[in-house]
């Protein structure tokens, strides 16, 4: 699928504005609408989670507003999909994986996400955002994930990784044919119609089998 932006960590943060803007101007809106989803967050602190998102996106020149799925309950309550109706952009932010990935998985909200970006909106995913998008995740162990991104699994906070390491851990998942994409935070990997292009602070390493390709940002 496309019109997928997936960011290695460190979402909203001054080092993020130069990749947020080419994010917000690839909309081609004059003040695009985006929603901000702090689910991964809702352990932590959810409502200061989703204050960053909409401050870093209103400088921006967004229309930018907070749905607040923290649970399950949340997540298959169908009101809160009307909340997505006419988005150019969801942004999904850090935190819990696991908690994201359970709260998201098979429910109108998700299948309301999956709608949207069919008909054009663009998908972000920060960390835990980036993670869940996948067909696996790495979280302590290998597990599913939604699967929007087929063969692919994302491990975000990747600046400090050595490649070789990591390719020769997870030789069994890239046998199988899965593509691992490391990213560094503050960075995005944008998945859209003109193929991949990376954006922000660092770099991303694709994995696949037994090679490995670092791709430096573009800005």
């Not at 970006?117 to 302590?140: E, F, H, I």
Request: one cysteine or more; glycine letters at 10%; charged letters at 20%.
């Amino acid at each position: 699928m496309n019109n997928i932006l997936l960011v290695g960590g460190g979402e909203f943060q001054e080092e993020c504005l130069a990749m947020d803007s080419y994010l917000v101007e690839s909309l081609n809106k004059k003040h695009p609408r985006v929603a901000i989803i702090p689910t991964a967050a809702a352990n932590q602190r959810p409502e200061k989670a989703a204050e960053n998102g909409v401050r870093h996106f209103d400088a921006l020149g967004a229309n930018v507003n907070p749905i607040m799925i923290l649970n399950k309950a949340h997540a298959e309550d169908e009101i809160y999909c009307n909340d997505l109706n006419g988005v150019d952009l969801i942004y999904l932010t850090g935190g819990d994986p696991k908690h994201l990935l359970n709260t998201l998985y098979q429910t109108p909200f998700m299948a309301s996400i999956t709608e949207a970006v069919s008909k054009g909106a663009t998908l972000a995913g920060s960390s835990a955002g980036a993670m869940v998008l996948g067909s696996k995740m790495r979280y302590r162990s290998w597990m599913p994930a939604i699967g929007l991104i087929s063969n692919t699994a994302v491990l975000p906070h990747h600046e400090n990784s050595v490649p070789e390491t990591v390719s020769s851990e997870n030789q069994s998942e890239l046998q199988s044919g899965m593509e691992i994409i490391g990213i560094d935070s503050a960075t995005g990997v944008f998945l859209g119609d003109n193929g991949v292009k990376i954006k922000g602070k660092g770099k991303a390493v694709f994995y696949s089998r037994s090679t490995f390709k670092i791709i430096e940002s573009a800005s």
